[in-house]
């Protein structure tokens, strides 16, 4: 099986050169290409009987956009496809000081949340590192961004499809190859890994010596609710979730954010929003409310604008910082691996 060339590093790249008997100069005019975006056959500074040996050992693009969807809000969703004809899903958004880039981990999920369409139909396989950076390349260059400073995305979201946790190593390589100096450049500081609070690589991530902000998607306060709508919380308990990310503060000084799906009748009562504070105040954290994409394969039920206020009203009386997350992208299938699970079923038709 061909393998894939973004999936290497700097070093690994210049080791390979070697090995094949070229010069490790070449090393430095691959990698930038690569994370241009381009095509193998479009890196013409190399000779082309080395481009053709890179043909033969490695896909070429690995990852490519089939389709984007804009958002009445400027959102941008972005259908992926992978060497073996998966697909999965990346969001961008659009911000005052440039572009974030939301994207996917995995192909599918088996973390099986109740609310989220990723995980519909389990997991399908992992996406390696280099797939990963390929999202972002591939937006990047669609967008006319360069290296470095000529950026475009400037941030980037693990909070497309998948459990970035279930793919650790991948996911921290990923992260690394990102802010490779010689590539596209983005530093842990811009990356947020948002993760459904898988303990133990909660506390291995702190050890990582990556500065990148932790995200933990929360949805209840108390373990047996959360347990309805979030099979994980089985094997942790959001005591354990707690110290995890107490760790995490303690190693890296650096605040974390817990995400909070409003759930009609589920997360979004009062008593969540007395316990939420109860648990969380006085913790270096941040609570991002978020409305509930409603996904046609369940029956869970979002809450309105206004009552959405009043929780927020409530977690800020309460002492907590805490804001509502503005909808985007509603109008095109927003939420996690909605798309994707579109996609499919036309496909399937
Ligand atoms: N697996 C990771 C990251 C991907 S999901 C995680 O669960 O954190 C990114 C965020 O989207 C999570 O907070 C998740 O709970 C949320 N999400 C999933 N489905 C959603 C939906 N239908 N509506 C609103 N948010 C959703
Ligand atoms: Fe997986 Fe996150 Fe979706 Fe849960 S919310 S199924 S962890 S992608």
């Not at 648990?279 to 979002?302: A, D, M, Q, T, W």
């Amino acid at each position: 099986m061909k393998k894939i060339l973004l999936d290497y590093d700097f070093n690994q790249l210049k080791n390979y050169l070697l090995e094949i008997g070229e010069k490790s100069f070449r090393a430095k005019q691959i990698f930038c290409d690569l994370h241009l975006n381009k095509s193998i056959n479009d890196i013409t500074v190399l000779p082309k009987n080395l481009r053709e040996k890179l043909l033969d050992e490695f896909v070429d693009l690995p990852v490519k956009i089939i389709k984007t969807l804009k958002s009445g809000d400027g959102t941008e969703k972005f259908l992926f496809s992978l060497y073996d004809g998966n697909v999965v899903e990346g969001v961008l958004m659009k911000y005052k000081y440039g572009y974030t880039l939301c994207v996917s981990t995995q192909v599918g999920c088996r973390m099986g949340c109740k609310f989220c369409a990723s995980g519909l139909n389990g997991l399908i396989r992992n996406l390696s590192a280099g797939e990963m950076l390929g999202e972002v390349v591939a937006v990047n260059s669609y967008l006319s961004g360069g290296l470095k400073d000529k950026r475009k995305v400037i941030n980037v979201v693990l909070m497309g499809s998948g459990e970035p946790l279930d793919n650790y190593d991948n996911t921290v390589k990923f992260i690394k190859l990102m802010a490779d100096e010689n590539g596209i450049n983005i530093s842990p500081r811009n990356v947020s890994l948002s993760t459904s609070g898988l303990v133990n690589k909660m506390y291995d991530l702190a050890n990582e010596d990556l500065p990148i902000n932790l995200t933990v998607s929360l949805h209840s306060p108390f373990d047996e609710k959360r347990l309805e709508i979030m099979p994980v919380a089985k094997k942790y308990s959001i005591k354990e979730i707690l110290g995890a990310c107490d760790n995490y503060f303690n190693k890296t000084k650096r605040r974390y954010i817990f995400e909070y799906v409003l759930i009609k009748g589920q997360s979004a009562t009062k008593e969540c929003a007395n316990e939420l504070i109860k648990i969380l105040k006085g913790k270096p954290c941040h609570v991002n409310l978020i409305r509930l994409n409603e996904v046609k394969e369940n029956n869970l039920s979002g809450i309105s604008d206004k009552e959405a206020y009043v929780f927020l009203g409530l977690l800020e009386k309460g002492g907590l910082s805490a804001t509502l997350r503005r909808r985007m992208g509603a109008d095109i299938d927003g939420a996690c691996g909605q798309l994707r699970q579109r996609y499919i079923e036309e496909m399937e038709n």
